[in-house]
C-alpha cells in the first residue's frame, strides 16, 4: 500500500463553517505534512509533524489547525476561512531523514464562500 | 526569494520529440533533487530523483542531469506521448526538523506534448 487518502475530494464552505480535512497513510511513514496548492503555483508547505509531534508551522493563520491523532492519521481543522484560502490542499507522507521519498495524496479541493 | 527557479514556465513538444526542463539553484544545503509530475485534480507523483554526487540518472524516459558546480540540474523526457502531457516540478530537500525535510518547489512548468 502505497497511498496516501484524502478525505473529502471537494469541500465547499462558508466563512462561518466549521469543517476538518483528513488524511490516512498505512506505509508506516512518521512524518506527515500539509501543503496549500493555489492553481497554477507549486505546493507550498504548511505543517509538519514527525512522530505525532508539530515539528515545523510555516507561519500559517490560526484559523487552520491541525492534529495528529496517531501515526497514520493527520487532520486540518478549519474554522472562519477566508475567500483567499480557497486552494488544493495536500497531505503528505514520507519516512524519515534517509529515506527521501515523499508520497502525496490528491488532495481536496476547498472553496470558501 | 524563489530558492529554485525552473524554466521554461510553458513547453509544447510534438509527439516523438525530447521535453527539456531547467532548474536552477542557490542553497547549497540541498541534498536531494527530486520531480514531480503532477496532473489536473491530483497531487504531485515523484516521477524520479537524484542525489547532487552523481551526475545523471536515467529511468526509462526520463533523464536528470546534475550540474554541481553550476547548480543546475534538468529533467528530459524522450519520445514525449501525449500522455506526458502535464505541469513538472522541480524541487530540492533541505533538513527540517525531527527528521522530517523540507522541499523548496519550482515554479512549475506546463508540457503539452501534441500529436
Known amino acids: 500500500d502505497t497511498e496516501v487518502t484524502q478525505t473529502p475530494k471537494h469541500l465547499v464552505m462558508g466563512m462561518t463553517n466549521k469543517k476538518s480535512l483528513k488524511c490516512e497513510q498505512h506505509?508506516?511513514?512518521?512524518?506527515m505534512y500539509w501543503y496549500k496548492q493555489k492553481a497554477k503555483k507549486p505546493p507550498e508547505l504548511m505543517f509538519v509533524?514527525?512522530?505525532?509531534?508539530?515539528?515545523i508551522n510555516e507561519s500559517v493563520p490560526s484559523r487552520f489547525s491541525p492534529e495528529c491523532p496517531n501515526s497514520s492519521l493527520l487532520n486540518l481543522h478549519l474554522h472562519a476561512l477566508q475567500p483567499e484560502d480557497s486552494a488544493l490542499y495536500l497531505c503528505?507522507?514520507?519516512?524519515?531523514?534517509?529515506?527521501?521519498?515523499?508520497?502525496f495524496g490528491s488532495g481536496t479541493q476547498l472553496s470558501v464562500l | 526569494q524563489q530558492q529554485v527557479k525552473q524554466s521554461p514556465q510553458s513547453l509544447i513538444v510534438q509527439k516523438g520529440g525530447i521535453s527539456i526542463i531547467n532548474c536552477a539553484y542557490e542553497n547549497t544545503a540541498f541534498d536531494y533533487f527530486p520531480w514531480y509530475q503532477q496532473f489536473p485534480g491530483k497531487g504531485p507523483a515523484l516521477l524520479i530523483a537524484?542525489?547532487?554526487?552523481?551526475s545523471e540518472k536515467k529511468e526509462g524516459r526520463f533523464t536528470i542531469s546534475f550540474n554541481k558546480s553550476a547548480k543546475q540540474f534538468s529533467l528530459h523526457i524522450m519520445d514525449s506521448q501525449p500522455g506526458d502531457s502535464a505541469t513538472y516540478f522541480c524541487?530540492?530537500?533541505?533538513?527540517?526538523?525531527?527528521?522530517?525535510?523540507?522541499?523548496?518547489f519550482g515554479k512549475g512548468t506546463k508540457l503539452s506534448v501534441i500529436p
Open positions: 537524484i542525489r547532487p554526487d552523481v
Open positions: 503528505a507522507s514520507s519516512q524519515l531523514r534517509g529515506r527521501e521519498k515523499l508520497f
Open positions: 506505509m508506516g511513514h512518521r512524518a
Open positions: 524541487a530540492a530537500r533541505s533538513p527540517g526538523g525531527a527528521g522530517s525535510y523540507q522541499l523548496t
Open positions: 509533524y514527525s512522530y505525532e509531534k508539530l515539528s
